[in-house]
Each structure stands twice: as structure tokens, then as C-alpha cells.
T-cell receptor
Framework: SAVISQKPSRDICQRGTSLTIQCQVDSQVTMMFWYRQQPGQSLTLIAT?????????ESGFVIDKFPISRPNLTFSTLTVSNMSPEDSSIYLCSVDHGLGAGETQYFGPGTRLLVL | AQSVAQPEDQVNVAEGNPLTVKCTYS??????LFWYVQYPNRGLQFLLK??????LVKGSYGFEAEFNKSQTSFHLKKPSALVSDSALYFC????????????FGKGTMLLVSP
């Protein structure tokens, strides 16, 4: 398993500003993922972040809006840029060790973002 | 493409009664299937998974799930519900072939009444 922490746990931001969310894992992991959970909705994958390479974004998500860093095997950041009220969501970091499709993916506690 | 369907937005059950949360899936190959639970203001917690072998999988907090290949289902069950089981439950699938990302269902809210 993995213990994952996220900062901040929640924030209220003004439209047009940016927020950087940090994800810290207690062990080295190969794969890190960022998800968005809009109010009352399921999880949507934003991007996969591998250390030493550019993040891979899912359809509908772009690097200019959601830049991601992965400087090492235990840490990643997601920035939500030029925010609008539609960005109000829970943002979740998730990890696995890249051992194969049957491996369990573990999740952080989430960052609850409200954009006014 | 892979997908997951959770046909019920909400399941209501009385404490002490058995509970079932339904999940059906679609993958091109063989599936890996997962259940997660999300308590209010918390992240997702892993409950159990089906990889191979016995179709009945046992997981955390007394939950179990039965893999049924012919019905493409992976329903979550518990013999006796607790009020503390009230939460949002997500089923997820990943194709066994290659490395695809997890696909989640829309979630089912379980409400256990005292």
C-alpha cells in the first residue's frame, strides 16, 4: 500500500487565479495520477504523471490549464490555472507501483476547491 | 473501450440486513475489477479487487464481491449492514491486456438506517 498526503486539503479561490496542489507519497512509486471529481460526479482522470517525462493528458484536459510536475518518485504537483467556477471540484492524487494492470491504485484524501 | 455501470444512484438498507451494490462492466479482454469506498470529506479507500481465481473475493470491513463472467457483473455484498457503512461506493475496471487506466462507475450512495 501507500500513504498519500495532499496539500492544501481545501481552498476557496477567486476566479482568474491559480492554485497548486501538492501530492506526497511515503514510498517511491512509478505511476502517479491526477483525478477530478466534480460535485455529485464520478472520478475523471486528468493526467498520468511519470517521473522524468511529460505528463500524459486525457482528452479534454490540456497542459496550459493543468500543468503538472513530477520532480521525483515521491512527489507531484497539479496546478489549476486561470480558475473559473466550473473548476470547483475535488482533486485527487493517486498512485501505483506500475507492476501491472492488476495492481491496486491508492488515493490521497483529496483537495476540495471552491472557485468564486 | 472499457466501461462500468452502476445502475443505482442510491441503495437504502436497514442496519443488520444484507446489502448489495450492483456493478456491471464492459472490456474488450479479461477484466480486473475493483471496489472503492468514499466517506464524506475523505478520499477513496480500496475495499477489494478481483484479479483471477475464486469468483468470490473478500475484502475490508466484511465486504465481499462476486465476479460473474457470464453476466459481466461484480456486485458488492455484505451479510449485515452497519450504519457506519453509509458512504459512496465506486466500482472500477481495467482491461487485463496491456496497461489501461482505471475506469470508474458513477458511484452508488449507500444509506444504512438504524
Amino acid at each position: 500500500s501507500a500513504v498519500i498526503s495532499q496539500k492544501p486539503s481545501r481552498d476557496i479561490c477567486q476566479r482568474g487565479t491559480s492554485l497548486t496542489i501538492q501530492c506526497q507519497v511515503d514510498s517511491q512509486v512509478t505511476m502517479m495520477f491526477w483525478y477530478r471529481q466534480q460535485p455529485g460526479q464520478s472520478l475523471t482522470l486528468i493526467a498520468t504523471a511519470n517521473q522524468g517525462s511529460e505528463a500524459t493528458y486525457e482528452s479534454g484536459f490540456v497542459i496550459d490549464k493543468f500543468p503538472i510536475s513530477r520532480p521525483n518518485l515521491t512527489f507531484s504537483t497539479l496546478t489549476v490555472s486561470n480558475m473559473s467556477p466550473e473548476d470547483s471540484s475535488i482533486y485527487l492524487c493517486s498512485v501505483d507501483h506500475g507492476l501491472g494492470a492488476g495492481e491496486t491504485q491508492y488515493f490521497g484524501p483529496g483537495t476540495r476547491l471552491l472557485v468564486l | 473501450a472499457q466501461s462500468v455501470a452502476q445502475p443505482e444512484d442510491q441503495v437504502n438498507v436497514a442496519e443488520g440486513n444484507p446489502l448489495t451494490v450492483k456493478c456491471t462492466y464492459s472490456v474488450s479482454g479479461n477484466p480486473y475489477l475493483f471496489w472503492y469506498v468514499q466517506y464524506p470529506n475523505r478520499g477513496l479507500q480500496f475495499l477489494l479487487k478481483y484479479i483471477t481465481g475464486d469468483n468470490l473475493v473478500k475484502g475490508s470491513y466484511g465486504f465481499e464481491a462476486e465476479f460473474n463472467k457470464s453476466q459481466t457483473s461484480f456486485h458488492l455484498k455484505k451479510p449485515s449492514a452497519l450504519v457506519s457503512d453509509s458512504a459512496l461506493y465506486f466500482c472500477a475496471v481495467r482491461d487485463k491486456e496491456g496497461y489501461s487506466t482505471l475506469t470508474f462507475g458513477k458511484g452508488t450512495m449507500l444509506l444504512v438506517s438504524p
